[in-house]
């Protein structure tokens, strides 16, 4: 069964500018969550999607954004970057089932750096 | 007080020895207790999933979970080199509002020495 896909793997990007990343889950899964890692601040949660709806919101600027498509793929898009933004994003798959216990299985992560 | 804490380590271990990795949360409506291991570079890796109170086992690998003490543990019997990591500890509460969120600890650097 293939992993969790991200594209891309890394980006350079200037301030102002914005960045969109893409996640492609397991096979079967519906729900992604997205992570920012910084060395700061760890490992925090962004957003979730399921079934092409958000169902969950971390506690970051609306610069950050994303959606999910009908075949579960999805994206997240940050506007006008700022230093700050410099980090790994991962992005993390599971079936999302409510009621149940899900596991969370990571991507690869795509390392945004900003100049 | 921060959601997730874990042992700040760096911890260092002999080839062989058990490794004791702890994590302590303050919201008792969690459920759902994972260990995940990252290696510097890469992205986390899922090693331990436990919901209930007690011991869960796998390979070398034990984690233990204590609800009323709002304590989940990761024992590594055996430690070996290829162990040395950062292991993060996650925790997903119940309820609607946390759908596919997992809060996670600061890590704990694990480094196990021939």
């Known amino acids: 069964k293939a992993g969790v896909t991200q594209t891309p793997r890394y980006l350079i990007k200037t301030r102002g500018q914005q960045v969109t990343l893409s996640c492609s889950p397991i096979s079967g899964h519906r729900s992604v969550s997205w992570y920012q890692q910084t060395p700061g601040q760890g490992l925090q949660f962004l957003f979730e999607y399921f079934s092409e709806t958000q169902r969950n919101k971390g506690n970051f600027p609306g610069r950050f954004s994303g959606r999910q498509f009908s075949n579960s793929r999805s994206e997240m898009n940050v506007s006008t970057l700022e230093l700050g933004d410099s980090a790994l994003y991962l992005c993390?798959?599971?079936?999302?089932?409510?009621?149940?216990?899900?596991?969370?299985?990571f991507g690869p992560g795509t390392r945004l750096t900003v100049l | 007080q921060k959601e997730v804490e874990q042992n700040s380590g760096p911890l260092s271990v002999p080839e062989g020895a058990i490794a004791s990795l702890n994590c302590t949360y303050s919201?008792?409506?969690?459920?759902?207790f994972f260990w995940y291991r990252q290696y510097s570079g890469k992205s986390p890796e899922l090693i331990m999933s436990i919901y209930s109170n007690g011991d869960k086992e796998d390979g070398r690998f034990t984690a233990q979970l204590n609800k009323a003490s709002q304590y989940v543990s990761l024992l590594i019997r055996d430690s070996q080199p290829s162990d040395s990591a950062t292991y993060l500890c996650a925790v997903e509460n119940a309820g609607g509002t946390s759908y596919g969120k997992l809060t996670f600890g600061q890590g704990t650097i694990l480094t196990v020495h021939p």
């Open positions: 993390a798959s599971s079936r999302g089932l409510a009621g149940s216990y899900n596991e969370q299985f």
């Open positions: 919201d008792r409506v969690s459920q759902s």
